[in-house]
């Protein structure tokens, strides 16, 4: 089907039009709207499901079944049904703008600067892994999954140089889900508001985790890097234009800067905001430096092979945050709770249960939005025998190494879009040793909390 020019056309207008529409109620806050957006995002889910492969219509088309019928049956109100079908379409939109918000880093050689920057200053593809760990870390505390497209555009050439592309890819996608541990995302408001503790707090906790983490995942793609015929390079005594890494930090400001301003002074969510921003932001520095023909070529290249054409990718991310606000309200799940009242001693294994069972069921298709916020709603410190802090990083461990670990979320899927590998050659299956050492190391960090705070 997706080879039929018709089918392409019409499910890249239709894209298109949802985004506008839900884009202008974010402004309108119009109830008749809110509803016509409802609707076509249903649509959507329907184009994305009718071309999906097969294990993905099967994942899919449980969830949606599963995460309707609970709400169903417990009697959700049409608002809360909206509420359900609409939980993942900003980031939905932002999958489909995230393209157009990297062009801006193509108008300049800044790759190229980049590769010479490696060639001359690193010489181990290990440490240029944990240079991609921390700058992609750093990229997705401001940006969320918007980064994705931006540090791998501009590292890519580089991975290659070391090849380690796949454990590249891995890297970007895990800095940028550990990010949550500590960014203010949506975790910002979940769990601070679950367990009590204050955003900074999670800040300063969340990112002290999240460094450790990073260092442990260095030491893990640094080995799969290895495995996949990483090499050295000798230093190499080649010129580096700063004037165009000033630049390209400057870009970074800028685009940071603008998001600051779009979450602090406006009411507009903060990924409905970054797609907004998307289409000004390239278009502008495409004008201020003379670099229109490269925005049109690669507008082109938008329109034409973009994720446009490919709605499955939105309706997978969409479908998955439906079901998950159906099982957040499936009281049967308490029931398994019992198991920790029953079993008070054994608290110290309490979080490596908990984190393992979030990163296994957010690999099996439940996204790991609806993983945290199921955790966050049902878990209390006292009955893992924990504080309000060590709770706070046993959901945050397990949302955020979920988030890298599934195939079915808008990480790996943007890391899919923008490096063209399927997202099961680096998820799941693929980086499990990684999500085990996660798992381990997460764990311990989270028994610290409990024993000394």
Not at 7 to 14: I, N, P
Request: net charge positive; aromatic share 12%.
């Amino acid at each position: 089907m997706l080879k039929n020019k018709t089918y392409q056309f019409s499910a890249r207008f239709f894209t298109i039009f949802l985004i506008v529409t839900f884009l202008l109620n974010e402004f309108l806050k119009n109830a008749m709207l809110k509803n016509v957006v409802t609707v076509l995002t249903l649509v959507m889910f329907l184009i994305g499901y009718l071309i999906m492969n097969r294990m993905n219509k099967i994942v899919c088309g449980i969830l949606f079944a599963v995460g309707a019928f609970l709400l169903f049956r417990y009697q959700a109100s049409w608002p809360e049904w909206q509420a359900a079908i609409l939980k993942g379409l900003s980031t939905m939109v932002l999958l489909a703008f995230a393209a157009i918000l990297s062009m801006p880093f193509f108008y300049k050689p800044y790759q190229a600067e980049l590769k010479n920057l490696c060639a001359r200053y690193v010489r181990s593809p290990g440490i240029f892994l944990l240079v991609t760990l921390f700058i992609s870390f750093l990229l997705g505390f401001y940006m969320s999954v918007a980064a994705i497209p931006l540090i791998y555009s501009l590292l890519c050439d580089a991975a290659r140089e070391y090849k380690c592309h796949k454990a590249f890819v891995m890297a970007v996608c895990a800095s940028n889900s550990l990010a949550m541990m500590c960014a203010p995302s949506v975790s910002a408001g979940v769990v601070p508001a679950a367990t009590g503790i204050s955003y900074s707090q999670m800040f300063t906790y969340g990112g002290i985790g999240a460094i450790i983490l990073l260092f442990v995942s260095g030491v893990v793609f640094n080995g799969y890097a290895k495995k996949e015929g990483a090499v050295k390079k000798e230093a190499v005594n080649v010129e580096v234009d700063k004037k165009t890494l000033v630049m390209m930090i400057a870009l970074f400001a800028i685009l940071i800067g603008l998001i600051l301003c779009i979450d602090n002074f406006t009411n507009i969510s903060l990924l409905a905001g970054i797609s907004l921003l998307a289409l000004p932001f390239a278009f502008v520095f495409a004008l201020l430096q003379g670099k229109i023909d490269v925005f049109k070529e690669r507008m082109k290249g938008y329109w034409d092979k973009t994720m446009l054409t490919n709605p499955n990718v939105l309706a997978i991310t969409g479908i998955c945050c439906f079901a998950g606000e159906g099982l957040r309200r499936a009281e049967s799940i308490r029931t398994v709770l019992g198991f920790f009242s029953a079993n008070q001693s054994l608290y110290l294994l309490f979080p490596l249960i908990i984190i393992a069972v979030g990163v296994l069921i957010s690999i099996i298709g439940v996204h790991p939005h609806a993983v945290g916020a199921l955790f966050a709603s049902i878990l209390t410190a006292d009955l893992l025998r924990t504080n309000p802090l060590g709770l706070s990083m046993i959901i945050l461990v397990a949302w955020s190494v979920g988030l890298a670990a599934t195939p079915f979320g808008a990480t790996a899927n943007m890391a899919s879009a923008a490096c063209g590998l399927e997202v099961t050659e680096f998820t799941a299956k693929a980086n499990w040793k990684w999500s085990a050492a996660m798992i381990v190391a997460g764990a311990l960090l989270c028994d610290f909390f409990t024993l000394f705070f």
